[in-house]
């Protein structure tokens, strides 16, 4: 039986036109997520497969597969949260709109929202190869930080918990934008479901634990 399944879309494939259009987030959606879905299903059959039989040649690539294809299952899962139509979506989190310990803890972490928001563009718009931009909350600080992550699993910090996610991937921009990644990572900004992030962002903090703990 399967561990992992695609979740369902909260809207529907033209939502976030006209920064994005409904081909990408349909192909991206059934075609690229459900891939991950079921890449990090078969690789956990693979490796019980392995201890079953105690054919340990391939650990390697299964341990590597393992965590591309659920870092992939977990990241697409945020990212289609992370986004509305661009009637409720953009602009800047505010304490007037309820998301205000999310607007403070930018503001603490970055200096402004003006320079978190520079960062996180230019970390998502710079990825070499395929990868994400991430906002994170890293819970020994407790503060914010920006991640810019390899393909979907590499250059992160351990225990940090992604809050908001631009996928940079060619396949999350290129059927409408080409070859100008900039351009989507900006358009990006105009379908950001501020009340979701500032509900991450609650949650890690909730649920974050001191990663040195003493014995
Ligand atoms: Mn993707």
């Known amino acids: 039986m399967a561990v992992y399944t695609l979740p369902e879309l909260p809207y529907d494939y033209a939502a976030l036109a006209p920064a994005i259009s409904p081909e990408i987030i349909e192909l991206h959606h059934d075609k690229h997520h459900a891939a991950y879905v079921k890449g990090a299903n078969d690789t956990l059959e693979q490796l019980a497969e392995a201890r079953d039989k105690e054919t340990w040649g391939s650990i390697n690539g299964l341990e590597k597969s393992l965590a591309f294809h659920l870092s992939g299952h977990i990241l697409h899962s ?80 351990q225990g940090s918990t992604p809050i908001l996610v631009f996928d940079a991937w060619e396949h999350a921009f290129y059927l409408q934008y080409k070859n100008q990644k900039v351009d989507f990572i900006e358009a990006m900004w105009a379908v950001v479901n501020w009340q979701d992030v500032a509900r991450r962002y609650a949650a890690a903090k909730e649920r974050a634990y001191n990663l040195l703990l003493a014995p």
């Open 78 to 157: 945020i990212y289609w949260q992370n986004m509305t139509g661009p009637k409720d979506g953009g602009g800047e989190p505010l304490a007037a709109d309820g998301v205000g310990g999310l607007a403070d803890a930018i503001a603490e972490s970055f200096g402004s929202f003006g320079a978190f928001k520079a960062q996180l563009t230019k970390a998502s718009a710079t990825t070499q190869g395929s990868g994400w931009g991430v906002l994170a909350y890293e819970p020994v600080s407790g503060r914010l930080i920006v991640e810019q992550i390899y393909d979907h699993q590499g250059n992160v910090g």
